[in-house]
């Protein structure tokens, strides 16, 4: 079975493609899936917001119940809370670290890579795909991982280039934390304050 299907579909009912696999299909059929896909729907502010909070959702691949705590940590900082969720909770996720850092092709792969206990966070074996980053910590692929066929692979660089936030050893798979991002330095699809909107009804 093929197994990418269910999130080709997924891809398209969003209106993003959700992995590299998935950008050739989303290329041939931009439209919602199923045979009322191509037709014009009528869009409510309610669906159009719901829409972006799942788009968002699943970019992180997160439940519903993690979107909205990180939301309701995103809102207690005082800071522009739709940039707040995006740059300071979620990218600061061990899971999506992994995969900016190149070490993963996609946030699913990202996910099984830090539950499967081959991630190490200053030294120490971290297995919550949810666990937070800070900035200076050391984020590394553990030394029994390395020489694994996926980990050889992200090391010869066939993942997408580390942003400026990370400063990145490929070859060593270890990564250093320098800052938190900037909105603009994550390759998100999201209009944040659609999400801030859906919440804050």
């Not at 999130?7 to 045979?35: C, H, M, N, Q, W």
């Not at 997160?62 to 969720?85: C, H, N, P, V």
Request: net charge positive; with cysteine.
């Amino acid at each position: 079975m093929n197994s990418s299907r269910p999130k080709v579909r997924r891809s398209r009912a969003l209106g993003i493609p959700l992995t590299p696999k998935d950008v050739r299909y989303f290329e041939r059929r931009p439209y919602p899936p199923g045979e009322h896909g191509r037709k014009r729907k009528i869009t409510s502010d309610y669906k159009t917001r719901l829409l972006e909070k799942q788009r968002l959702r699943a970019q992180y691949d997160i439940s519903e119940t993690q979107l909205r705590s990180a939301f309701d940590r995103a809102k207690r900082t005082g800071g522009k809370t739709g940039e707040e969720l995006i740059t300071h909770q979620l990218e600061a996720r061990l899971d999506a670290t992994v995969l900016r850092a190149g070490f993963a092709r996609t946030i699913y792969q990202a996910r099984q890579t830090v539950s499967h206990q081959h991630v190490t966070v200053n030294g120490k074996r971290v297995d919550r795909p949810s666990y937070q980053v800070q900035p200076y910590d050391v984020v590394e692929i553990a030394e029994r991982s390395k020489s694994k066929l996926p980990f050889q692979v992200a090391a010869s660089g066939a993942h997408a280039a580390a942003p400026a936030y990370l400063e990145v050893q490929l070859s060593e798979l270890r990564c250093v934390v320098v800052r938190r991002p900037q909105r603009s330095e994550v390759p998100v699809v999201c209009e944040e304050q659609l999400v801030v909107e859906y919440y804050s009804r």
